[in-house]
Every structure is written in C-alpha cells, then in structure tokens.
C-alpha cells in the first residue's frame, strides 16, 4: 500500500465468541478513534466463533467503511489473531487490543505519546486490575517467567493493549501458536534492538462473554507456557550470538 495513503491508525480487535459485546466494543473503539482526529481503520479479527459475532461486526461495517471484517477459516489461537493483524494493519501505527471490554481505545493518546517519542513497541500496564484472584495469580506467575527466561523489566507483558510502528512490524513474526502473543512481540523487539516502553492505562472487569483461558487446565497450561519461554529465550540467545568470523581473502602470489 502507498505510504501516503495509509491510516495514521490501525484498532485491531481480536475476538472469539464475543457476540453478547462485540457490538458495543467496536462502536466505543470507534468513537475513541475518531477523538483522536487522525485518519483511522478498525479491524475486526474473528477467530473461527461458532456464535454470531461476524454477523454483528458485518452490520456495523455496513454504516462505517473505516471497519473491516476478518474471518479465520479455522482457530488459529490469540498468536494467529495477533499475527494477523500484523499483516492487515495498514496504520502508520498498530494497536492489538482485546475485544472483551476489559480495555479501552481512549488511552491510545498515551501510547502515540510514547511511540512519537520514539519508542516502536509500547505494552500497557494495569495499574489498578479489576480481575479475579486467579487471574492475578496466573499473571504474577506468568511475569515472573517472563523475568526469569526473557529478563522482561516491565511490569505487565500480560496485558491485552498493545501498540507498535512500522518499524516494528517490518520485523515482526509470530510463529507459536497458542493464546498469547506479547513475550513473542517483546523478543522480536529485543532481538531487532527496538526500543520498548510501557504505559498506563486502565482496566475494567470482564462482565460478559467468556474467557479462551481454561483454568481447570492449569498444569498443562503450565507446561506449555514454560516450553514456550524457553523456546523464546533460546532465539534471544542466538540472536546475541556473534556471528562467526569470515576467513579473510588470502592475497595472490605475484
């Protein structure tokens, strides 16, 4: 796409089964983008629901051309909804924010604040968390890996908002697959030796729909989580690693 006609700002909005919110999410989004008086798109990810969500995001798009549908024939988990985004977004600036009202698209202020002031990826940070003890309980958890594999030095990679440029998104990849992308995106900025910040922004309890996480399943979800960081503090390592020396051209005889 011609650089001159791109959005300043690209809304990806990953959802599952969000058909009881959707609705409401999207149109607040919009609204938000429209405050920010910059040239914007919404993206809709629909990750393969078996309920009505794509047909409620269809009527809205119908009145608002600046929103666009994007169906997965299959489900790809959160990472495949995220590395999607990354390919659709057309936005001088991409934000990925979950689609289960939890978050709002009016701190996006903070995070341009932040990447005009020359940062390329941007996390949030909930401050003040409105969520149940397990979830705490599995962030701290889930932080605490991060540190511990990634030296992650922020205070929440398990955050649902998200924005980054495009000089992020030039070298970006997402290759695992499962429900969670931000250690990932943190890596690939570490290894392109971006520069990463943080901002805050506030959070809302989860009031309708429900979550992709099974909690029942904490062991094997446990497993997984830890095979993955240390498959990502493996790239972090190679990616440190000088590269070899190239033999030096030896000079012909006279």
């Known amino acids: 796409m011609d650089a001159s ?21 999207v149109a607040g989004s919009v609204n938000s983008l429209e405050r920010l008086g910059r040239s914007w798109e919404l993206l809709v990810i629909d990750n393969h629901s078996s309920d009505d969500t794509p047909d409620k995001v269809r009527a809205l798009a119908r009145t608002e051309p600046r929103v666009r549908l994007l169906v997965h024939e299959t489900n790809r988990f959160y990472s495949g909804s995220c590395k999607t985004a990354l390919a659709e977004a057309r936005g001088r600036y991409v934000a990925i924010m979950d689609s289960d009202g939890q978050f709002s698209a009016d701190d996006l202020p903070r995070f341009l604040a932040a990447l005009e002031g020359g940062a390329n990826l941007v996390f949030g940070w909930r401050q003040v968390r409105h969520d ?78 429900q979550s992709c996480h099974d909690f029942r399943k904490l062991w094997p979800i446990f497993l997984q989580v830890n095979r993955y960081f240390r498959d990502l503090r493996r790239g972090l390592r190679e990616a440190n690693t000088p590269a070899p020396a190239q033999p030096r051209e030896r000079p012909k005889a006279a």
Not at 140 to 159: E, I, T
């Open 132 to 209: 149940p003890a397990s979830r705490k309980a599995m962030s701290f958890v889930f932080n605490a890996l991060a540190r511990a594999y990634l030296g992650f030095d922020l205070h929440d990679l398990n955050v649902g908002l998200r924005m980054f440029d495009r000089t992020f998104v030039s070298r970006a990849e997402i290759r695992h697959v499962l429900n969670m992308a931000n250690p990932e995106l943190y890596v690939c900025a570490r290894r392109a030796g971006l520069t990463i910040a943080e901002v805050p922004v506030t959070h809302a309890a989860r009031e309708r729909g």
């Open 5 to 25: 006609r791109r959005p300043e700002i690209s809304l990806a909005l990953p959802c599952y089964n969000e058909s009881a919110l959707i609705a409401e999410v």
